[in-house]
């Protein structure tokens, strides 16, 4: 079990966390769940009337993130997991969990962001809650295991960077 790893893949909304981890859970071979799975209604419903999340908001959703990754780690198996994971404090529920957790955070700004969330159709997230985002937003520490990656860059040259960068070896080709 001490290989396992699972790699959280951040950002604000919009910023292609998605597409990113399912490239990577492709190449890896990893299991991948979707953040968004994990919020409860309530959660939903708040932020499709345009009502940012409290931290009382996140705390389960982050613990059912975190006790995920520990299923997978003790089925021996790492995993792929998307997540805002917007905050230090947030980042250290994830950390949590059993296994070697390392962050992919996807970095861009609030203008290549937005333009991307203006053309997304069909998810509860609303445009105007980018700004509380980029508030709320602490970027990945030198100190955190895990690596910053610019999105200014095709989403399989982003898995690319990320890969390299974390010196994990893809299992399959894309």
Not at 66 to 92: F, H, M, N, P
Not at 105 to 118: A, C, P
Not at 148 to 155: N, Q, R
Request: charged share 25%.
């Amino acid at each position: 079990m001490s290989d396992v790893q699972h790699l959280v893949v951040m950002g604000v909304a919009g910023s292609g966390k998605t597409t990113v981890a399912q490239i990577l859970a492709d190449r890896l071979g990893w299991p991948y769940a979707e953040a968004d799975e994990f919020h409860p209604q309530a959660n939903i419903d708040k932020m499709s009337a345009g009502t940012p999340l409290t931290d009382d908001d996140r705390w389960p959703w982050l613990q059912a993130i975190r006790d995920w990754l520990t299923e997978q780690t003790r089925a021996g198996r790492s995993a792929i997991v998307t997540c805002s994971a917007l905050k230090v404090a947030y980042r250290d529920v994830l950390r949590e969990a059993e296994g070697r957790v390392r962050f992919v955070h996807l970095d861009g700004t609030i203008e290549q962001i937005g333009e991307r969330m203006s053309g997304r159709k069909g998810h509860f997230m609303p445009p105007s809650l980018l700004p509380s985002q980029f508030e709320t937003l602490q970027r990945l520490g030198d100190d955190e295991d895990g690596v910053v990656i610019p999105i200014a860059i095709s989403p399989q040259s982003v898995a690319d960077a990320a890969l390299r960068e974390l010196g994990i070896e893809a299992r399959r080709t894309a």
